[in-house]
């Protein structure tokens, strides 16, 4: 009668307490640069070291630069993102801590890297100083976002003190049209349901579309969980599941593969399991989806015009949506296809794995980029590059008019120097729209990778599935 | 006497009202402040975006910068405020712990809202930032005394879970008894956990038993 967050936390729990804190275990913790040194510091401080080295992994990725990646550390002109970096370098030095060093090819997004190089298997509890951490529930895993007292906390005792959350059970019925994607859904979702819709909430993605998705899919529909409030998703773990994770460098092989894949049937919700609340989605009614204001849950369909806050029901999402609009500089029932973009960002651990570059290329292919605009793809990590390139995808962005970055974060929250000039424009398929998220009064719209791709040609919000055709 | 920043007991501070709903990490500190790799110095950025008319950088004086007239916490009458008050869904957004140093580096030992964003609230406990929540009306009311011309004070009283102040009012609230506990004590949570050792230890013998793979070394 378990759900399959109850299975996970259940063998993860070290002890339990009157007050329902529980002790709990973590199998995987990823760390990067900027939520780390104040972590490292205070292990210094208080003379404590890592409890157990092998559960962590490292990678520079939010603060590093998309440019020059061959000069290594002499490429960051930023001095102070240069130091964090080289902080991130001598901490995991000084602690012996396994890091893909900002010159390995393995280097990238550290929630793209982890389920890649199978860091994240099924079962496991996974941390990291990062709120889409959520984004590894898409294996089956109970993955979450910490604060850096918690980093700390997670390297000196392999434990966190948890308080269990309630479970939540979303439905993704029928099948996506053409054009339509992961992250379509998940922007239906979060529109539906509200950015604290899932507060205290796990949540598991059920039904036949989410099936159907690859698990790179599933990672982007996991990923942009937070922005609904829960701090972490989940997919069950399915043939789709092994078949991702087998063969992968960190993931068992041989007979431990056998014990591990037999554990692992296990990782489902049981039929007659409850969950304290469900939310059903069609994914047939769905069109390609595009965020209109500043913060993910204002999203319309593709189609549809700018909706009125004065229509709004809750009084303070209404407020939030007028500020949005004057922020966004758009106003009520006008169409976005009829605003112009100045930049396009195909980019960050939503969508920069290796399914999202070729369903942007496939767009692209043959096909210029607008003139009136600048567009970049960054890819989620090296391994990522590598492969893109050895399919020929580099060349048809290039040759489209996208600029070809180096592995990172990039323009999804713009501390290095990719970012929106003050009032630029830009169709991103990252997942955070807030006000300065991609640069000081820069304005976002949250898309699939498909739908950055056709309104990069277009110049301006496009309908991917015109296309398609 | 050195005093525990992790403990919290009772305080009494100006309130200083934010009446905007889903406020998120991204606006308390903006990412271009979390490239420090210290835990201090955020404070004068706290809000930086809002605050301030041009674009803040590490280390850029406050006296260059051209600050945002109506900001709440550009009013002088707030200058001092050690208390804010927010609407729902608090901090949501960005897992920055930056947040929390943030406000209270710049004076703040309290938030009151009708709802935070839950990664924001565990921060909050590790670092002796009391957020409090009280209820949609509770917080309306407390708006509409706060906004006006005389700014009010407010005591927060963690022992007995209570908001009080000036004109009547009192309100309780709701806190899970652990984090009151140890905020009341100014315990450190990693050296608790610690206490544990053993149970840790006992613990990773049976779940290596069970999942050999986790621990096999990493083959990578
Ligand atoms: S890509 Fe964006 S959301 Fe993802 S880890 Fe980096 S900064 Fe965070």
């Known amino acids: ?469 | 006497m050195s005093v525990n920043p992790l403990q919290f007991e009772r305080h009494t501070g100006v309130v200083a009202p934010l009446d905007k709903a889903n406020v998120d990490t991204d606006q308390i500190i903006p990412k271009q402040f979390l490239k420090s790799i210290k835990r201090t110095g955020f404070g004068e950025n706290l809000f930086d975006a809002w605050r301030f008319e041009d674009e803040g950088t590490i280390g850029k004086p406050l006296s260059e910068r051209q600050p945002v007239r109506d900001f709440v916490l550009n009013d002088s009458r707030y200058a001092d405020a050690s208390i804010l008050l927010a609407r729902e869904n608090f901090a949501c957004g960005s897992s920055r712990e930056h947040a929390v140093w943030a406000l209270l580096q710049a004076g703040f030992r309290c938030v009151i809202a009708p709802s935070f964003a839950d990664i924001f609230y565990n921060n909050s406990f590790n670092n002796g930032l009391l957020p409090v929540q009280l209820t949609h009306a509770e917080v309306d009311e407390l708006f509409a005394r706060a906004t006006q011309r005389q700014p009010i004070e407010l005591s927060v009283d963690l022992g007995e879970q209570a908001v009080t102040g000036g004109d009547n009012l009192d309100y309780r609230f709701e806190i899970d008894p652990v984090r009151k506990n140890r905020m009341l004590k100014g315990l450190d949570e990693i050296g608790l956990t610690l206490e544990h050792a053993d149970d840790i230890k006992a613990f990773e013998t049976r779940h290596v038993k069970a999942n050999p793979w986790l621990f096999d070394g990493d083959r990578a």
């Open chain 1, 1 to 469: 009668m378990a759900t399959l967050y109850d299975k996970i936390w259940d063998a993860h729990v070290v002890g339990q307490r009157d007050d329902g804190l529980s002790l709990l275990y973590i199998d995987r913790h990823l760390i990067h640069e900027v939520t780390s040194p104040q972590a490292f510091e205070g292990l210094r401080l208080a003379g404590r070291n890592p409890w157990r080295l092998d559960a962590n992994l490292a990678t520079p990725d939010h603060n590093i630069p998309t440019r020059n990646r061959r000069l290594g550390m002499a490429g960051i002109e930023d001095p102070i993102a240069k130091e964090q970096v080289v902080t991130l370098d001598d901490n995991c030095r000084e602690f012996d801590i396994r890091q893909f060093e900002l010159l390995d090819v393995r280097q990238g997004i550290v929630h793209v890297i982890g389920p890649e190089q199978g860091a994240v298997l099924p079962g496991m509890t996974v941390v990291c100083g990062d709120s889409h951490t959520s984004t590894h529930g898409a294996l089956g895993t109970l993955a979450h976002g910490i604060g850096t007292s918690e980093v700390e906390h997670v390297l000196a005792t392999q434990c966190l003190v948890q308080q269990k959350s309630r479970n939540m059970r979303v439905e993704i019925t029928g099948s996506l049209n053409q054009g339509v994607y992961a992250k379509d859904i998940i922007l239906a979702l979060i529109r539906a349901i509200g950015t604290a819709g899932a507060t205290g909430h796990t949540i598991e993605y059920t039904g036949e579309a989410v099936r159907s998705l690859t698990m790179e899919g599933r990672m982007t529909v996991c990923n942009m969980s937070i922005e609904a409030g829960a701090r972490a998703g989940l997919v069950a773990v399915d043939e789709t599941t092994l078949g991702y994770v087998e063969g992968r460098p960190f993931a068992p092989s041989g007979a431990r593969w056998q014990e591990a894949i037999e554990a692992w049937q296990d990782l489902k919700s049981d039929k007659d399991a409850t969950f304290d609340s469900t939310v059903v989605l069609d994914a047939n009614a769905l069109a390609p989806q595009v965020s209109w204001g500043t913060n993910p849950q204002l999203v319309v369909g593709v189609d549809e015009s700018i909706p009125d806050p004065a229509t709004f029901e809750d009084e303070a999402t209404a407020e939030t949506a007028e500020r949005a609009l004057k922020y966004m500089d758009l106003r009520p029932g006008e169409s976005l296809k009829d605003v112009p973009l100045d930049k396009v960002f195909i980019g960050s651990c939503t969508n920069a794995r290796i399914e999202d570059l070729r369903a942007a290329a496939s767009v692209a292919k043959g096909r210029r980029v607008s003139t009136n605009l600048e567009a970049l793809v960054v890819p989620g990590s090296g391994l990522v590059k590598q492969q893109a390139e050895n399919e020929g995808l580099d060349q048809v962005f290039i040759d489209a008019g996208f600029e070809w970055r180096d592995p990172g974060c990039s323009m999804c929250l713009a501390m290095n120097d990719d970012r929106l000039m003050p009032r630029e424009r830009c169709a991103s398929t990252s997942n955070r729209n807030f006000e300065g998220r991609q640069g000081h009064l820069g304005r976002t719209h949250l898309v699939s990778p498909a739908t950055a791709a056709a309104s990069a040609i277009a110049g301006h919000i496009a309908d991917v599935r015109e296309f398609l055709q």
